[in-house]
T-cell receptor
Framework: DTGVSQDPRHKITKRGQNVTFRCDPI?????LYWYRQTLGQGPEFLTY????????KSRLLSDRFSAERPKGSFSTLEIQRTEQGDSAMYLC?????????????FGPGTRLTVT | GQQVMQIPQYQHVQEGEDFTTYCNSS?????IQWYKQRPGGHPVFLIQ?????EVKKQKRLTFQFGEAKKNSSLHITATQTTDVGTYFC????????????FGTGTKLQVIP
């Protein structure tokens, strides 16, 4: 399977705990995106990587959220001191390089539930 | 702030009827992408439009990008039950580089 993979698929955590999600993009894709999606809403942009460089980050993203892509391949998204409002589906997507954004290939997502 | 709105929010159609969703941006878009998300699934890329006034067709689906690059539409002819899902438009605002803003989505239900 050469698609985008995410791990874990589901995560239940208690409020205040830290969680980390992993995304493995399509191998030849340089661009990697993280989104958050809540029920009935469209994906909300969180951050974007070009290879290992984090080039854009949503202003909505609080300091509790951090993302890395250390070797320009897989990426991790960490949420510190989780809150109930963080409960959502976290989607990762990758796309080929180019001047304009190209089509994004999404992974299955990680569903986070904060209790 | 910059927003992308879609109407209608929900649409129920009888199988065989046509369906249209409209996408409206508060500011000019560099390009427009359309995605389909099946219930319980993740967004799947359908098409990208780049030029002002561009029209593209994929079988029963017709996509348009407005002259001012602030609106777009997706029209499905003779809907089938396989068309069920939520349709999102998405695009970077001019000067927004790679940040892609998704629309609010239109959820389509097809009644057999």
């Amino acid at each position: 399977d050469t698609g985008v993979s995410q791990d874990p698929r589901h995560k239940i955590t208690k409020r205040g705990q830290n969680v980390t999600f992993r995304c493995d993009p399509i191998s030849e894709h340089n661009r990697l995106y993280w989104y958050r999606q809540t029920l009935g809403q469209g994906p909300e942009f969180l951050t974007y990587f070009q290879n290992e460089a984090q080039l854009e980050k949503s202003r909505l993203l609080s300091d509790r959220f951090s993302a890395e892509r250390p070797k320009g391949s897989f990426s991790t998204l960490e949420i510190q001191r989780t809150e109930q409002g963080d409960s959502a589906m976290y989607l990762c997507a990758s796309s080929p390089d180019g001047f304009l954004p190209y089509e994004q290939y999404f992974g299955p997502g990680t569903r986070l539930t904060v209790t | 702030g910059q927003q992308v709105m879609q109407i209608p929010q929900y649409q129920h159609v009888q199988e065989g009827e046509d369906f249209t969703t409209y996408c409206n941006s508060s500011t000019t878009l560099s390009n427009i992408q359309w995605y389909k998300q099946r219930p319980g699934g993740h967004p799947v890329f359908l098409i990208q439009l780049v030029k002002s006034g561009e029209v593209k067709k994929q079988k029963r689906l017709t996509f348009q990008f407005g002259e001012a690059k602030k609106n777009s539409s997706l029209h499905i002819t003779a809907t089938q039950t396989t068309d069920v899902g939520t349709y999102f438009c998405a695009g970077p605002f001019s000067g927004g580089y790679q940040k892609v803003t998704f629309g609010t989505g239109t959820k389509l239900q097809v009644i057999p």
